[in-house]
C-alpha cells in the first residue's frame, strides 16, 4: 500500500468505530485488529524508533483510566470498599461498575493512541504533510520539522552517549551529564543553522507578484464563509433548524472555494507522485463498507449490542457475529503489508531495514 488517502480512511473507520461502541468485546476487537496491523508494519522493516514503550504507555492509560473513575465516580450496586471521611471526590463506595467503566474508556484511549502510531509507521513524513491542504504549506514545513525533531534529536542523544562511553565517560551524578547535554545542545543549534540556511536558498516563504484580485478574492470567500457559518448557527439554535443547516451547507462551500483558490497559488512540487494501486482501492471499499454498517441504516441488522453500560449493575456485554467479523476487515492493510514480505522476497527485513534508512535491527 502506497497511497495516503488509503491509509487516512483506515485510520478513520478505527476512530469511528471507537467512537461508537463502548462494548469491551468490540473494543478488544479493535485493538487486536490495529496491533496486528502495528506489527505487520514493524516486520516489514517500518519500524522507528520510539522514546517509549507502547505497550508500557497503554498498561499505564489503562491502570490510570480504571482507578480514576473508580475513585472519583462512586455509582454502582457491587461495592468494593468504601472510603470513609469528607475527601472531595473521593470520599465514598469504590465500585466494580465505576472500575469497569474506567477500563473501557481507557480501552478507547489506547485504541486512539496506536492508531496514530500505525500511521506514522505506515506513512513517512513527507506523506503525512502532503496531506494538509495547499493553503496552509508553511504550516506543513513547519509541523513536518516539528514532528521530525524528537526522532532526530534521540538519535543524536544516542550517539553521543555511545561515544562518551567509549572514552570511559560513567553516570553517576547530575555533573556527569554536562558532557552529554552542551554536544546535544551545539549539534542541535548547527543543525538549526544548517535546516534555516537550505530552506533559504530553496525560497521557502517568498512570495510571488499576483494580482491584486487573485489575492483578495480567496480571502472574499473565506470571510463569507466563516459569517455564513455563524448565521446558521444561530437560526439552528433560535430560529429555524432547516434555514440553519442550509445556511451553514453554503458557508461550507463558500469556504471550500476559498480554501481551493488560496491553494493555487501555492506551487508545490514533487518528485513522485503516489498512485492508486489495487491494494490502495480495495482497502478504501473495505473500510467504506465498515463505516456503512456501522453508520448507515441497515433494514435486519441490529446495532444495539455497541451500547453497553455497566452501571447500574454489573452486567455480560451482548455480542453481534456479524459486527464483530466486520471490524475484522480493520485487518486488510496488515494482509497486504505481511504478502510483500512472502519467503521469495530477494532481501531479508534486515536488509530492507538498512535500504529503508532505519540500521536499528
Known sequence: MKQPWAWVAWLVAVLVLLSITRNPLYLVIILLCIFIVGFSLRESGSGLLRPFSLWKFALWILAFTTVFNALTSHYGQTVLFTIPGNLPLLSGDVTLEAMVYGATNGLILIGMLASFMVLSLALPVRDLINLIPRPFFPVAVVTSIAVTYLPTTLRQFQQIREAQAIRGHQMRTLRDW??????????????????AEAMTARG?????SVAGGRQVLPRVFLLFGVVMLAIGWIYNLSVNQTMGWIIIAAGVVLITIGLWQEGKQSHRTTYHRRTWGWQDILTLIVTLCILAIFLLPIPGLNRSSLYYDPYPKLSSPSFSPILGLAMLGLLTPGYFVLSRNHPGDKYSNAEKRILNGNPRL
Open 178 to 195: 554536562l558532557p552529554l547535554l552542551m554536544p546535544l545542545l551545539v549539534g542541535g543549534l548547527e543543525h538549526a543553522m544548517q535546516l
Open 204 to 208: 521557502f516563504a517568498s512570495t510571488n
